[in-house]
């Protein structure tokens, strides 16, 4: 049984930060990827931003030089710190992880997603 709990959403004003947390929990080996997601009304769920366990990251261009993942493997938790934030950035945003719940066996997991509105 896993978990992922995201928290940190909320209202803020254009330009303004937030920043998201997903922390998972439950029978966990270890955890390779983890990603957030976000999805606006009416357009489909696009990836954000990911960290691999090495590291790595990749972000969807219009939040390059913006936003920024992390992880802290201890806590098995991952971060979306998101500056200078635009309307454009309201949406749903969802975490997601791979994660090892058996010996060498990876499945895909999901938060709840929370709430990011960027509004004046």
């Known amino acids: 049984q896993v978990q992922l709990v995201e928290s940190g959403g909320g209202l803020v004003q254009p330009g303004g930060s937030l920043r998201l947390s997903c922390v998972a929990s439950?029978?966990?080996?270890?955890?390779?990827?983890m990603g957030w997601y976000r999805q606006a009304p009416g357009k489909q769920r696009e990836l954000v931003a990911v960290?691999?366990?090495?590291?790595?990251?990749n972000y969807v261009d219009s939040v390059k030089g913006r936003f920024t993942i992390s992880r802290d493997n201890a806590k098995n938790t991952v971060y979306l710190q998101m500056n200078s934030l635009k309307p454009e950035d309201t949406a749903v945003y969802y975490c997601?992880?791979?994660?090892?719940?058996?010996?060498?066996?990876?499945?895909?997991?999901w938060g709840q997603g929370t709430q990011v509105t960027v509004s004046s």
């Open positions: 997601n992880a791979a994660i090892e719940v058996t010996n060498h066996v990876f499945d895909n997991y």
């Open positions: 439950g029978s966990i080996f270890s955890i390779d990827h």
């Open positions: 960290i691999l366990s090495n590291g790595y990251t």
